[in-house]
T-cell receptor
Framework: SQQGEEDPQALSIQEGENATMNCSYK?????LQWYRQNSGRGLVHLIL?????REKHSGRLRVTLDTSKKSSSLLITASRAADTASYFC???????????FGTGTRLTVIP | DTGVSQDPRHKITKRGQNVTFRCDPI?????LYWYRQTLGQGPEFLTY????????KSRLLSDRFSAERPKGSFSTLEIQRTEQGDSAMYLC???????????????FGPGTRLTVT
C-alpha cells in the first residue's frame, strides 16, 4: 500500500512560475526523498532530506521537512516546460530497507 | 552507460503464460530492489536483495512470483500463470550499502511494462 499522500494530484502552471507540491506520511523516518518520473520512464532521484534536517536546496529545488506534522514540501522555482513530469515523495522508514512512495503529483508546465 | 538496465522494455503475454524479466544493476551496488507500479500510482515494493540473498519480500509478492539474484549481480523476476491484474510497470532499482544500514538514494532502471491479455 502507498505510505504517503501527495497534494495536489495534478498541477498545471505557466513556464516561469513556481510549483509547490506537498507530501504527508505516516511513520517514523530516517529520510525523505523526492523523485521525478517522465511519462512511461523510470524514476530519477532529485533530492534527499534527513529526518534531522528542516530545509534543503538543490539548484531550483527547495525541500522542507516537518517531522512533527509528518509532512514535506517540494518547491520548484522558475519552472520550465522540461519540468513536466510526475513527482513522487518516498520515505525511508526506520528499520526498513525499501522506500515507500506516495501517490504522486502530475506537474504540467505550459510554455 | 553504467546505469540500471532492464530487459525487455515491453512484454505482452496471454493470461496463464509465464514471463521473466531481467535487471542489471549498477555494478558496484550490492542492494537490488523490485517495485511494481500501476497507472496513476507510485511504485510499490516487491522484494529486496543484499548481494545474492533475498532479505525481504512484500505480501504483494504472491506464490506466482519468484525473484533471484544468483551471483549477486543481475536479477530476474519471474511471474508464473500470469493474470490480467499483473499488468503493470515492473521497476528495478539498485543502491550501495552504507555503514549505517539506512536506505538512501536508489537508482532506477527504465522499467518493463507488462500487459497481460
Amino acid at each position: 500500500s502507498q505510505q504517503g499522500e501527495e497534494d495536489p494530484q495534478a498541477l498545471s502552471i505557466q513556464e516561469g512560475e513556481n510549483a509547490t507540491m506537498n507530501c504527508s506520511y505516516k511513520t517514523s523516518i530516517n529520510n525523505l526523498q523526492w523523485y521525478r518520473q517522465n511519462s512511461g520512464r523510470g524514476l530519477v532521484h532529485l533530492i534527499l532530506i534527513r529526518s534531522n534536517e528542516r530545509e534543503k536546496h538543490s539548484g531550483r529545488l527547495r525541500v522542507t521537512l516537518d517531522t512533527s506534522k509528518k509532512s514535506s514540501s517540494l518547491l520548484i522555482t522558475a519552472s520550465r516546460a522540461a519540468d513536466t513530469a510526475s513527482y513522487f515523495c518516498a520515505t525511508a522508514q526506520t528499520g526498513a530497507n525499501n522506500l515507500f512512495f506516495g501517490t504522486g503529483t502530475r506537474l504540467t508546465v505550459i510554455p | 552507460d553504467t546505469g540500471v538496465s532492464q530487459d525487455p522494455r515491453h512484454k505482452i503475454t496471454k493470461r496463464g503464460q509465464n514471463v521473466t524479466f531481467r535487471c542489471d544493476p549498477i555494478s558496484e551496488h550490492n542492494r537490488l530492489y523490485w517495485y511494481r507500479q500501476t497507472l496513476g500510482q507510485g511504485p510499490e515494493f516487491l522484494t529486496y536483495f543484499q548481494n545474492e540473498a533475498q532479505l525481504e519480500k512484500s505480501r504483494l509478492l504472491s506464490d506466482r512470483f519468484s525473484a533471484e539474484r544468483p551471483k549477486g549481480s543481475f536479477s530476474t523476476l519471474e511471474i508464473q500463470r500470469t493474470e490480467q491484474g499483473d499488468s503493470a510497470m515492473y521497476l528495478c532499482a539498485s543502491s550501495p550499502t552504507f555503514a549505517s544500514g539506512a536506505t538512501y538514494e536508489q537508482y532506477f532502471g527504465p522499467g518493463t511494462r507488462l500487459t497481460v491479455t
